[in-house]
């Protein structure tokens, strides 16, 4: 499936839920599009976060099979992509998504850099809807800042499917999977 196919079934079915939400949690008027794309983020950024941090550093070199990612360039791809997406979400000049990734190799580092990503993407989930209707371009393409927000879970998402793999291949259960 192309990504924009992906990103489009997940906005549609964010936006779907975004009245059942709402009820749930009290948001301001008009704020129920970033509320509900926040909810669907929050979560899978936290597990990605435990398993950054719960992940043996001498497991951080770990690859499936030769031609993926390791554990920690996972990561760090992660932590690169949410400054990127994040960033055209809030106007802000937009980072390339690669550098963590080839500048951090230690599970500090890494760890670090996540939960850096991590706060700032929170600081872009914190806007209104009206901030979020403004236009982007990104991969050369126009959108909105919603759109960034949205392609930023949906890509976390993704990438903690990968993060449940190379757990289980591990012998180790993921954080989503521990009946918390």
Not at 14 to 38: K, W
Not at 63 to 70: F, G, H, L, N, Q
Not at 123 to 136: F, H, L
């Amino acid at each position: 499936m192309k990504p924009s196919a992906r990103y489009l079934i997940v906005f549609a079915l964010t936006l779907a839920a975004a009245p059942l939400h709402s009820q749930a949690t009290p948001v301001a008027d008009g704020d129920h599009a970033v509320s509900t794309v926040r909810s669907v983020w929050q979560p899978i950024a936290t597990y990605i976060t435990q398993s950054a941090e719960e992940m043996p550093a001498e497991k951080y070199s770990y690859r499936p099979t030769p031609d993926v990612r390791t554990f920690g360039q996972l990561i760090g791809h992660v932590a690169g992509s949410q400054y990127m997406f994040c960033a055209a979400a809030t106007g802000d000049s937009v980072r390339k998504e690669d550098d963590i990734e080839k500048s951090r190799t230690t599970k500090d580092e890494l760890v670090a850099a996540l939960k850096a990503s991590t706060e700032y993407c929170a600081k872009a989930y914190a806007q209104g809807d009206a901030a979020t209707r403004a236009e982007i371009t990104m991969f050369g393409q126009k959108h909105n800042r919603l759109w960034a927000l949205m392609s930023n879970a949906a890509h976390d998402d993704e990438h903690y499917g990968n993060i449940v793999t190379y757990f289980r291949l591990n012998g180790m259960v993921p954080p989503s999977s521990r009946g918390q």
